[in-house]
């Protein structure tokens, strides 16, 4: 039974052009597409395979290719797969298509995905902030945001040696670990 | 705390002998009879319910929780503050009555903890608030935090736990930090400066650069008309 | 910059008014704010106000070795922890290929239902308070204490557990600890008729809960609801069944379901769910002595890990719901990508929006708290 689903998906997915079916498993389909054909797959999905439910909408930043990748989730409750569709998409102006008349949980993956990358979603209901209503720097899931250039400037760390302990310490308690010790990535500069 | 123990206190020489005893006996009766402030700030607030419920029991120390700040005695910071928050931990602080106690749970109040590297949470509370107790652990267990309440208990008792009146004495440095996180214009609806006039708690750190750049930006409150429901006109144009 | 809601607003008169639900507010299940829009008591709009517990776990997890990570997911779900491990380690798995031993399967499955009685006996805990029934409050955390000491015993952390790292589990049960597990699941099991008269059957409760926050099954379908939320509305889906994962396809139990939708069919569901977990480990108490071997794979140094490039995408049935990773590497020694799917992400925020409108204001709390929404899953 599944193996006929398995198959009349495959044709099902062969009407689209352009697109690369990789089976990773039986419950799991991976299907590239080009960013223009992703509206109409998840419709045929949708529409003629029971692929109902929107599980997720990730978001992945390849700043070295200078292209967002973006990858919908969708599960069918009928015949128990899901299907991951890659697209890519240009880093700038960052702007795709929002699926939201399809999938309503869009909604809230494409609001995530605004304010933490900054790629906006022409027609998606909701694109005000939500996390980081209080929070003016670039969005800060991108690659070239560096967090901890941020804490540095706007935070100031705790004192790792500060009286009371070393108080501590003289009377034979307590240890000090200095932090270019305690932290990788300062460690290799 | 060092910087607490900088602060001179004036001892003053009181005429009345009963004066001392009945301030001791006012101390004996705070410490027996302390709210917290409901707000779970962050993961440790898991471990309050069993402190405060049938296993651990903190009630048998007069320990209750409470859910308005105006009631409250202690601000519980449960982990992490992110900036968001801190906010409105501050706000919050702020709003509860005198005297008040700050206790920071888990290690991220102390140096943000495994979130050192985040970008949303604040690593020091101790810069935006005086600190009366930390009680480190990641979570602390139940009986840590009652252990260390009880500790804070007997630091009223004495009379140590007064970090509420650094608030007073010191707002132009914690003004300042905040002032760094948040803004220039960053203000707060309470005026800590007329309640450290009224409480007699003006020190040499109340007043500063940073309560010049507050005052500034300052927008006096007004207080809004008062309107009663069966009166509502429409405005007229 | 000040907070938003600092300045009162002068509005035209009128009998809509705007209040602010939260964040410190016994109502409302964690550190979460809701905007709300009244007319007399009745709800016109509610807006959900996030990120008060927002700490960037995804940033941090693309600066952390693959294997300091796992000390970081359980945080992102309080209550019920080890789903997030498990997720985490089952992506690695995935990406590296690695085997898990038979043993270490049956250990993460009799952590996993620890974690879902315990993070279901503090939902009604808070459910109950929210109708003013302290007792049960008392009581389900009370219980659930015994499970965190159990988990004490066999992992070395009451909330936290950090049991699960890629390739299987960290250590082996401790001598007589199935025996102690058995007991403690008679004294729960003897319990539930007790909680049953306290708080099921309690006309207070019944009274209060039947339809309220109602949901058909084409709106639950629509709005992504998942786990109990959705089987409430009659829809027998369980990842554990449906796409199985460890040995729950070993393993007999069945989905409960209720037909109304509502808060209470919700609480319903959880409470069957309690019982159903409890049956799967008395199963994992007899089976699992007869299973020998490794508790987990070998790996490679953990502090020099590099993991083969690829993605993955895990899905796990929490407390609460569909729980879910996706991780990308690149091949290096740190993910590449991390993305949560929390099961609160629907519920506390678009499901809960829509459900507020045309209630009362104090069914707000009742509906948050019978969706189960987690807050720290949502912000992440």
């Given amino acids: ?189 | 705390m060092s910087r607490l123990q900088k602060i001179p206190v004036v001892e003053e020489k009181k005429g009345n002998p009963l004066a001392r005893v009945f301030d001791d006996l006012v101390r004996f009766c705070r410490s027996r009879s302390l709210f917290i402030l409901h707000y779970c700030t962050g993961c440790g607030a898991i471990e309050l319910p069993p402190a405060m419920t049938s296993r651990f029991d903190m009630e048998r120390l007069g320990i209750q929780p409470m859910v308005s700040p105006r009631q409250a005695d202690i601000l519980l910071i449960t982990g992490y503050v992110s900036i968001k928050t801190l906010k409105r931990v501050i706000l919050t602080y702020e709003q509860m009555g005198s005297p008040k106690y700050v206790v920071g749970i888990c290690s991220c109040t102390v140096n943000g903890g495994m979130y050192w590297q985040s970008y949303a949470t604040a690593k020091k509370l101790d810069e935006y608030m005086p600190v009366d107790l930390y009680i480190a652990g990641c979570m602390p267990r139940p009986e840590a935090v009652i252990s260390g309440l009880q500790k804070l208990m007997d630091r009223i008792n004495s009379g140590e736990a007064d970090s509420w009146q650094d608030y007073y004495r010191n707002y132009d440095y914690y003004l300042g930090n905040q002032q760094k996180l948040f803004g220039e214009d960053w203000q707060t609806p309470t005026d800590i400066i007329t309640e450290a006039k009224h409480y007699e708690l003006m020190g040499e750190g109340t007043l500063g650069q940073h309560t010049r750049l507050l005052e500034q930006h300052q927008k006096p409150l007004e207080a809004l008309e008062m309107r009663l429901g069966h009166n509502i006109k429409e405005p007229v144009e | 910059m000040r907070p938003e809601n600092y300045e009162a607003q002068r509005q035209p008169p009128s009998n809509e008014y705007e209040l602010n639900f939260g964040p410190n507010h016994p109502g409302i299940e964690g550190n979460y704010a809701l905007k709300v829009k009244l007319h007399g008591d009745i709800v016109l709009e509610a807006k959900a106000d996030g990120g008060y517990l927002h700490r960037g776990f995804e940033k941090l997890m693309e600066q952390r070795l693959w294997i300091q990570n796992i000390a970081l997911v359980p945080r992102i779900c309080v209550p019920d922890p080890s789903p997030m491990e498990l997720c985490y380690s089952m992506a690695v798995e995935e990406l590296c290929g690695l085997k898990v031993p038979q043993r270490a399967q049956w250990l993460r499955v009799m952590q996993l239902e620890l974690s879902r009685i315990a993070a279901h006996l503090f939902t009604f805990g808070g459910h109950a308070a929210t109708t003013g029934m302290y007792s049960t409050m008392y009581w389900g955390v009370a219980d659930r204490d015994l499970l965190l000491d159990l988990f004490e015993e066999f992992t070395g952390g009451r909330v936290y557990s950090i049991y699960n790292i890629p390739g299987g589990v960290r250590r082996e049960l401790p001598e007589g600890f199935l025996q102690r597990l058995t007991e403690t699941l008679d004294y729960i099991e003897s319990r539930l008729p007790d909680y049953d008269n306290l708080f099921f059957k309690n006309q207070v409760f019944v009274k209060r809960a039947k339809g309220t926050g109602v949901m058909s099954r084409e709106q639950a379908l629509e709005w992504g609801v998942t786990g109990p939320n959705l089987r409430a509305t009659g829809l027998a889906f369980d990842v554990r069944r449906d796409d199985p994962y460890l040995v729950y396809d070993q393993l007999a139990f069945d989905i409960p379901v209720e037909e109304s939708g509502d808060a209470w069919a919700r609480t319903l569901v959880r409470r069957q769910e309690l019982m159903e977990s409890i049956r799967i480990l008395r199963q994992v108490v007899e089976i699992l002595p007869d299973i020998h071997g490794p508790i987990r794979a070998p790996i490679p140094n953990p502090l020099a890990w590099n993991v083969p490039a690829g993605e993955t995408y895990t899905r796990v049935e929490s407390s609460k719901g569909e729980l879910c990773y996706y991780v990308v590497s690149n091949g290096g020694p740190k993910p590449y990508r991390v993305h949560v799917r929390g099961p609160s992400s629907m519920h506390a925020v678009q499901v809960l929006e829509k459900m507020s409108v045309g209630s009362r204001i104090e069914d707000i709390a009742q509906t948050m708290f019978s969706l189960d929404a987690c807050p720290p899953e949502v912000d992440r």
């Fill in chain 1, 1 to 189: 039974m599944s193996q006929q689903v398995a198959h009349w998906l495959d044709n099902l997915l062969k009407e689209i052009e352009g697109i690369e079916v990789r089976r990773k498993s039986s419950r799991r389909v991976r299907v590239d597409v080009p960013a223009d054909a992703l509206p109409a797959l998840l419709e045929l999905l949708q529409g003629r395979a029971g692929y109902i439910h929107l599980s997720a909408i990730s978001c992945v930043d390849w700043i070295d290719d200078d292209e967002f990748e973006l990858v919908y989730h969708v599960w069918s409750y009928e015949s128990h797969s899901l299907v991951s569709a890659h697209i890519r998409i240009a880093r700038e102006p960052g702007v795709y298509l929002s699926v939201y008349d399809l999938y309503q949980p869009a909604a809230f993956f494409e609001r995530d995905i605004h304010e933490m990358y900054g790629i906006h979603f022409e027609g998606s209901p909701n694109m005000e902030k939500f996390i980081l209503t209080e929070w003016d720097g670039p969005p800060p899931m991108r690659k070239e945001f560096d967090s901890e250039a941020y804490i540095n400037e706007h935070l100031s760390w705790q004192e790792y040696n500060p009286e009371w302990l070393q108080e501590l310490v003289a009377e034979g308690g307590g240890v000090i670990i200095p932090p270019e010790e305690q932290r990788f990535s300062q460690k290799k500069k």
